[in-house]
């Protein structure tokens, strides 16, 4: 966004200042809006933005408070669901983070063994093999582009093996759980045509693994056999099942794809981090949740008031939006001690709100900080003395929910 539509927010009046502008996000000019909000206005109203009216909850402690007060804000799709677009095909579907107790917890209890610890530790060896031929394959001396060589390849594995879907077609993977979050969709009625029909791919592809699977005398431990096989899920909707397919391909993709950009690009705009890591490779499992807090690769979550409440002295009536920005509670600093560094041996890595809190809490969270800390780990082992460098500036998304970087031009030099 250039000056002339990026004002500073301090010359806006404050009942005017909109956070849900995409372009914000993608010329990452949204960081002082939000330092004004949690000074001035922490519980803000927003009356006019593309997409209603809404309340933007950006302080660490009101988030929580919003987070662990389920049965006052809802995440349930009948309300609206947990974005701030409705409307969405991909994300107005039933899935169980847009459901509310029991429901909810039923259905996330019959997919969570895939990252149980013991599953994990199964994954492990796995992961670690694909990462070193991901590394081993990269060119030297010339620039290419590190979010699709890299974070792209190493996530859609990863989910190609959690659906065990078809190997040789894994980028469809990523190609769809772009198109569900996609913003730049609503922008054109070609594109949204086209978002239409690569979604409706998409949900023909998961109904014939459905079909396939539930049929099977012996069920596999991929996660469309639990949906299948699951007491809670096995009679659910083509809704619901389809809803929680692109929940869990979201879930699986985002945060883990975008966290191995941002720490690339983190370390690259902190030398010093960089080099302390090289030094010290054992800082990796310190570093991982401070690339996750401070990349936040979700922006916001929302929520539905179910009744009227209060929240940081503002009067919210029943049906109100109300969105949490992680984006902004993850740099409050009444919470988080220096929360604009990057600091590879923060104290307490863990105090961030990238994966939600309460009942909602991610559930993928140690498999996306195991694949990191992976990435990290290999890395360091062949490029011991020297950084990987980024050579241009990123490419960011135009999103107010997905905070992902599209393109990350790095070179390793011999």
């Not at 010329?27 to 809404?54: I, K, Q, T």
């Not at 991909?90 to 847009?98: S, V």
């Not at 990252?115 to 530790?121: C, D």
């Not at 990269?138 to 078809?166: C, G, H, K, Y």
Request: charged letters at 25%.
């Amino acid at each position: 966004m250039n000056d002339r539509v990026a004002p500073d927010p301090y010359t806006i009046p404050l009942d005017r200042i909109d956070v849900s502008d995409p372009e914000l996000y993608r010329s990452n000019r949204m960081w002082s809006y939000f330092a004004r909000l949690r000074h001035e206005d922490p519980v803000h109203y927003c009356a006019n933005s593309a997409y209603g009216p809404f309340w933007s909850v950006t302080r660490y402690k009101d988030i929580m408070h919003v987070e662990s007060s389920h049965d006052v804000f809802s995440s349930d799709v009948a309300y609206g669901g947990v974005t701030l677009r409705e409307g969405n095909a991909g994300l107005m579907l039933p899935m169980f983070i847009a459901m509310d107790p029991p429901k909810h917890d039923v259905q996330r209890k019959v997919v969570s063994p895939v990252v149980a610890p013991s599953n994990l530790a199964k994954l492990e060896a796995t992961i670690r093999e694909r990462a070193g031929k991901i590394f081993d394959s990269l060119p030297r001396n010339e620039p290419f582009n590190w979010v699709d060589r890299v974070s792209i390849e190493l996530t859609t594995q990863m989910l190609a093996t959690l659906f065990d879907f078809p190997w040789e077609e894994r980028r469809n993977l990523t190609r769809w759980s772009d198109m569900v979050t996609s913003e730049e969709a609503y922008l054109s009625k070609e594109a949204e045509e086209e978002r239409t029909a690569q979604l409706g791919e998409a949900a023909a592809a998961f109904l014939g693994m459905w079909n396939e699977r539930v049929n099977a005398s012996e069920p596999g431990g991929d996660l469309i056999s639990m949906l299948a096989h699951g007491e809670a899920t096995r009679n659910m909707s083509q809704e619901e099942y389809l809803g929680n397919c692109f929940l869990l391909l979201v879930g699986g993709n985002d945060t883990t794809r975008n966290s191995i950009s941002g720490g690339l690009l983190a370390l690259s705009q902190n030398p010093d981090q960089y080099k302390k890591l090289r030094d010290n490779p054992a800082l990796v499992e310190n570093m991982v949740p401070e690339i996750i807090r401070y990349q936040t690769p979700l922006s916001h979550m929302r929520r539905t008031a179910l009744c009227d409440t209060e929240l940081g002295g503002k009067q919210i009536r029943k049906g109100d939006k109300v969105v949490m920005w992680y984006v902004s509670g993850n740099r409050d600093e009444d919470a988080i001690e220096n929360p604009n560094s990057f600091i590879v041996e923060r104290p307490r890595p863990r105090q961030h709100l990238s994966f939600g809190f309460g009942i909602h809490r991610c559930m993928g969270n140690r498999l996306a900080e195991m694949q990191l800390r992976i990435v990290w780990e290999e890395i360091l082992k062949r490029w011991p003395d020297k950084p990987i460098e980024v050579v241009g500036e990123p490419k960011l998304v135009f999103s107010n929910f997905i905070k992902g970087i599209e393109e990350l031009p790095a070179i390793i030099r011999d």
